[in-house]
Each structure stands twice: as structure tokens, then as C-alpha cells.
T-cell receptor, first 110, second 112 residues
Framework: DAKTTQPPSMDCAEGRAANLPCNHS???????VYWYRQIHSQGPQYIIH???NNETNEMASLIITEDRKSSTLILPHATLRDTAVYYC???????????FGTGTRLLVSP | ETGVTQTPRHLVMGMTNKKSLKCEQH?????MYWYKQSAKKPLELMFV???????ENNSVPSRFSPECPNSSHLFLHLHTLQPEDSALYLC???????????FGPGTRLTVL
């Protein structure tokens, strides 16, 4: 699976958009970009995934660059409950063995 | 609420005890997973069941014994654990073995 690189931490003011970057320069054509988050000591929560088109759901938007070497997760109006560690993962089609890296610790402040 | 529940949420056990972790999914999925998450290793896949058949066993010690009686339930039977087995044990499910995985809240296990 392709390695992903994320900043270790980010801050965001409540109500503002949180833009979390992820670099996956070695991603292959059959690998999806997945995002999960984990609030302290809780189970990971699936957020969104995409292959090459931008995606949006009720939680977030995912913007993937045309060359697919990087992506950005956007939380449009961050709340205090969005404080968590966010993991970006590149997963191939077929059986999925999730492996989390160190992720980005997002702190949303009032 | 993801549709995956785990009980108990917290468990403290001695090294000679026998206990079981339970996972139940209400999503109609056909694949279920056990993961271990600790400070030393962020996320480790332990077992995978697809249509109630074990399809993955990642060199897990025999003191961990999984059981999948049907596609909605998954158990992890524990016996003679070691203190280094203390961790957050996570259950996940997916529609098939190749789809998005949804996690339960986890069981925080402490082995004394």
C-alpha cells in the first residue's frame, strides 16, 4: 500500500473550515484514498473515500489532485466535537487491511 | 452510532482469568474483523471473518481465540493473557471483505 504523509498537528477555530492535507505521491492507480478519524480512546470513524473524483458527504469533502499525489479533507464548519486524530490511508481494491500511520491531530478551539 | 456494538467497554482481568469480548453488527454486513490498538503499534489486524469463515489470522498467539457463530456476531475469547496484551480491542464490519470498514467503540482491556 502507498505510504501517506500528514502534518502531525493542526489548529482550527470553531465554525471555520478545517483543511487537512495528505501526501500520497506513490499511490497506484487502483488505490483509493480513505479518511478515518479517532476521538480519544474511541473506535475509528469512517469519514469519506475517493479514487480520483472529488467526493462530498454529510461529514466532509475530499479533494484529490488531478495527478492523485495528494488530497485534502475539508470539514466545512468545524465544531469542538471534530477534535480528533485524522488518518489518511491509501487502500487498493480487494481485501482491505487497515493500517493507520500517525495521522494529524486536529484541535478545534472556541 | 455506527451500527457496530462491543461489550464490555472496559475489562480488567488477571493473567489466569478467562473472558470473552463480544461484537455485534446491525448493518447486514458479511465480513467482521478484530483489531488491536496500543501505544506501541497503532493498529494491528488480528482476525478476519467473511461469511462466518476465518480468512485471515495474522500470527496471533493462541491465547486469543475468535469465534463467529453467524454474520452478525463475533467473539474474542481470552485466556492466560499477559500484561502486554493490554490494549484497545476494536471490532469492525464491512459489507464484503473488500468494502469500507465500520468500527465499534472498542473494549479497553487491562491485564494485571
Amino acid at each position: 500500500d502507498a505510504k501517506t504523509t500528514q502534518p502531525p498537528s493542526m489548529d482550527c477555530a470553531e465554525g471555520r473550515a478545517a483543511n487537512l492535507p495528505c501526501n500520497h505521491s506513490t499511490i497506484s492507480g487502483n488505490e483509493y484514498v480513505y479518511w478515518y478519524r479517532q476521538i480519544h480512546s474511541q473506535g475509528p470513524q469512517y469519514i469519506i473515500h475517493g479514487l480520483k473524483n472529488n467526493e462530498t458527504n454529510e461529514m466532509a469533502s475530499l479533494i484529490i489532485t488531478e495527478d492523485r499525489k495528494s488530497s485534502t479533507l475539508i470539514l466545512p464548519h468545524a465544531t469542538l466535537r471534530d477534535t480528533a486524530v485524522y488518518y489518511c490511508i491509501a487502500l487498493p481494491t480487494g481485501f482491505q487491511k487497515l493500517v493507520f500511520g500517525t495521522g494529524t491531530r486536529l484541535l478545534v478551539s472556541p | 452510532e455506527t451500527g457496530v456494538t462491543q461489550t464490555p467497554r472496559h475489562l480488567v482481568m488477571g493473567m489466569t482469568n478467562k473472558k470473552s469480548l463480544k461484537c455485534e453488527q446491525h448493518l447486514g454486513h458479511n465480513a467482521m474483523y478484530w483489531y488491536k490498538q496500543s501505544a506501541k503499534k497503532p493498529l494491528e489486524l488480528m482476525f478476519v471473518y467473511s461469511l462466518e469463515e476465518r480468512v485471515e489470522n495474522n500470527s496471533v498467539p493462541s491465547r486469543f481465540s475468535p469465534e463467529c457463530p453467524n454474520s452478525s456476531h463475533l467473539f474474542l475469547h481470552l485466556h492466560t493473557l499477559q500484561p502486554e496484551d493490554s490494549a484497545l480491542y476494536l471490532c469492525a464490519s464491512s459489507r464484503t471483505g473488500t468494502d469500507t470498514q465500520y468500527f465499534g467503540p472498542g473494549t479497553r482491556l487491562t491485564v494485571l
